[in-house]
């Protein structure tokens, strides 16, 4: 079982939807990281958190370090979100465990 | 502003030669990364740094080794280069354990 779950693997939605994507996590960690990554493209940090919420105009991180898992949220979806997007968690020294990444398909 | 480049973007190389790929950052961030990026595995942990002359093995290291002389740069190289090394490479930087990453633009290599 990988130390990094993400949920789910593919999406597929239609412009204007909110879209959810999950993160589940079995490690102690010290902070949670989600990336952007455009086709053949580099990699770009959107958040990290390492308790509560975040905001970054249409997108929304959260955390709950209890139940061990985070969301992604995107509003008001764009076909401009097409991307993977990636979770990963900061554990012990500094390294990142990476999720497999979700691909997101936002249709116009 | 601060970035991270990586060059080249793109390499072709033959099986058995050695190969260097370049990672430079100016955000004088201490800990560097090098990961690479296959469909079904996801990002693996290579080689890292946590400053001046530190390196450290990652979970896929056979076969790579880097070096670090000054706080920007943290070359990779492929000793003898393998089919199997065949990847999109990706270097970050950080300032810190909670501190965002930042990464490079991500080099694609073949090894023919």
């Known amino acids: 079982k990988n130390e990094v779950e993400q949920s789910p693997q593919n999406l597929t939605a239609q412009e204007g939807e909110f879209i959810t994507i999950n993160c589940s996590y079995s490690v102690g960690i010290s902070a949670l990281h989600w990336l952007q990554q455009h086709p053949g493209g580099g990699i770009v940090s959107l958040f990290m958190?390492?308790?509560g919420k975040k905001k970054h105009g249409r997108l929304i991180a959260t955390i709950n370090i209890q139940e061990k898992h985070s969301s992604l949220h995107i509003t008001a979806s764009h076909p401009r979100d097409s991307a993977v997007y990636i979770c990963?968690?900061?554990?012990?020294?500094?390294?990142?465990?990476f999720g497999q990444g979700t691909r997101l398909t936002i249709n116009p | 502003d601060a970035e991270i480049t990586q060059s080249p973007r793109h390499k072709i190389t033959e099986t058995g030669r050695q190969v260097t790929l370049a990672c430079h950052q100016t955000?004088?961030?201490?800990?560097m990364f090098w990961y690479r990026q296959d469909l079904g595995h996801g990002l693996r942990l290579i080689h890292y740094?946590?400053?001046?002359?530190?390196?450290n093995k990652g979970e896929v290291s056979d076969g790579y080794s880097v070096s670090r002389s000054n706080t920007e740069d943290l070359p990779l190289t492929l000793e003898s280069a393998a089919s199997s090394q065949t990847s999109v490479y990706f270097c970050?930087?950080?300032?810190?354990?909670?501190?965002?990453?930042?990464f490079g633009q991500g080099t694609r290599l073949t090894v023919v």
């Open positions: 740094s946590y400053g001046v002359q530190d390196t």
């Open positions: 955000w004088n961030h201490n800990n």
């Open positions: 958190l390492s308790s």
């Open positions: 990963a968690v900061s554990v012990g020294a500094q390294k990142l465990v």
């Open positions: 970050a930087s950080s300032g810190g354990p909670n501190a965002e990453a930042f």
